[in-house]
């Protein structure tokens, strides 16, 4: 089967840098994506990640190693507002979608 | 500015009442599909059109319908809603399809209570 697995939650502290992995299989590999959803609302889009390496986007930064099928989300300087649950998504060789669950992250101050 | 738009954003049915969820985009994707999320779940892909091309998801129930009359509105027709259908209807958009970085953008969401 296909799966995507991500920890259920984590906590940080606000200003603090954390990381959120993620592992997978899935029949194929055409990309990693990364989404944030606040509470209530809809997924929005944070990354893509198609080659091995680091991607960096302001305080938002993606780590892909396919050979591992392990991706990771990098939040650096963390804010109360970055309090959401951060989704990995892999593009199999179908270029189907396969979603985890997603990751809870909380920031206290 | 919103350029997926989802109507309504909460929608109470009655178990077993037929319900509409619509939405439309600005964006002129050809790609617009319908996921069902409940709680600390991923989202499900429920079904996608490419143009006028339709794909059911294998596991999609037939209680579940969806329409595209043209590039910009796509709905999804719930014929009878059980109390298990209750969740977070999220439309999205793409580009393209199978063209590597087709990031989905999605709308706002519907949340769905069937009493």
């Known amino acids: 089967g296909q799966n995507i697995d991500q920890p259920t939650e984590m906590t940080a502290t606000e200003g603090a840098i954390v990381q959120i992995n993620c592992t997978y299989q899935?029949?194929?590999?055409?990309?990693l994506f990364w989404y944030q959803q606040h509470a209530g609302e809809a997924p929005t889009f944070l990354s893509y990640?198609?080659l091995d390496g680091l991607e960096e986007k302001g305080r938002f930064s993606s780590f892909l190693s396919r050979s591992k099928g392990y991706s990771y989300l990098l939040l650096k300087e963390l804010q109360m507002k970055d309090s959401a649950s951060y989704l990995c998504?892999?593009?199999?060789?179908?270029?189907?979608?396969?979603w985890g669950a997603g990751t809870k992250l909380i920031i206290k101050p | 500015d919103a350029m997926v738009i989802q109507n309504p954003r909460y929608q109470v049915t009655q178990f077993g009442k037929p319900v509409t969820l619509s939405c439309s985009q600005t964006?002129?994707?050809?790609?617009m599909y319908w996921y069902q999320q409940k709680s600390s779940q991923a989202p499900k892909l429920l079904f996608h059109?490419?143009?006028?091309?339709?794909?059911n998801e294998a596991d999609t129930p037939d209680n579940f319908q969806s329409r595209r009359p043209n590039t910009s509105f796509c709905f999804l027709d719930i014929r009878s809603p059980g109390l298990g259908d209750a969740a977070m209807y999220l439309c999205?958009?793409?580009?393209?399809?199978?063209?590597?970085?087709?990031?989905?953008?999605f709308g706002p969401g519907t949340r769905l209570t069937v009493l």
């Open positions: 998504a892999v593009q199999n060789s179908n270029y189907q979608l396969i």
């Open positions: 990640n198609v």
């Open positions: 964006l002129n994707h050809n790609v």
């Open positions: 899935t029949s194929g590999f055409n990309g």
């Open positions: 059109y490419y143009d006028k091309d339709f794909n």
């Open positions: 999205a958009t793409s580009r393209e399809r199978g063209q590597g970085a087709d990031t989905q953008y």
